[in-house]
DNA sequence: ATTTGTAGTCATCTTTTTCTGACTTATTGC
DNA sequence: GCAATAAGTCAGAAAAAGATGACTACAAAT
């Protein structure tokens, strides 16, 4: 064995598990444009003024591995790819809303 | 004026602004102990195991200016600070047990 | 008067996140 | 073939967040 990892421990805290699918700089713009429909790469990097390819493309594939985003390859016209919500992700929509009236 | 302050533009994402709320290391867990009741600094700092008084300090801080907690000092005994869940605070428990059931 | 308990702050160091710019691969248009 | 568009990766730099240890302030107890 030549790495060694670190197993981290999951405390039980709901709220936790939780914020970290949303939490970053930009995964919360992200989450909110994925409602209007499919977008892609290059649209959400022009979009989010003052963002940058690595960070779009991080906070893509992990809101893709938790589940909110499903990634499409679209083989038509002129070739691209898709991010869309997916139920899992569609079904926190509501939440949000719930959870904005609280912050005024 | 002597000091430069960066006004940030709140672009009007709901998540991002609530997120924000219990983003970082400690604030969930110290979230999650205000729902059995007020609690103390060195309280908390004795039972978060890995923290330190500094990031206490500052969960504690910022969950109050956000309007989650309240602190109060109390006049008696040992004369002392206790935090507790505000209304507001109290109103996002239910929500996080929704959501909750979708990280399943 | 010195120690103990409570609740911190401050400067500095370390770790984690985010940003930058150069480079890559595949497809399509000219 | 050559340039452009699309969707990235990678290494290194910069910025933000978190941790550490020393120090402060107040009240009560010995």
Redesign the interface.
């Known amino acids: 064995m030549t790495t060694n990892e670190v197993i981290e421990v999951n ?1 039980s ?7 970290k699918m ?2 970053g700089k930009w995964k ?2 992200i ?2 444009r994925s409602q209007q429909g499919p977008m892609r790469f290059s649209e959400l990097l022009r979009d989010l003024k003052g963002s940058n390819k690595q960070s779009v493309s991080v906070a893509l594939r992990e809101l893709e591995e938790s589940g909110l985003l499903s990634k499409a390859t679209i083989t038509q016209k002129p070739l691209h790819i898709e991010y869309s919500l997916t139920e ?1 992700g569609k ?2 929509i509501p ?6 009236l ?2 005024d």
């Open positions: 405390n805290c709901p709220a936790e598990a939780l914020l949303l939490s919360p713009q989450f909110l899992k079904a926190m939440i949000f809303h719930t959870l904005e609280l912050t």
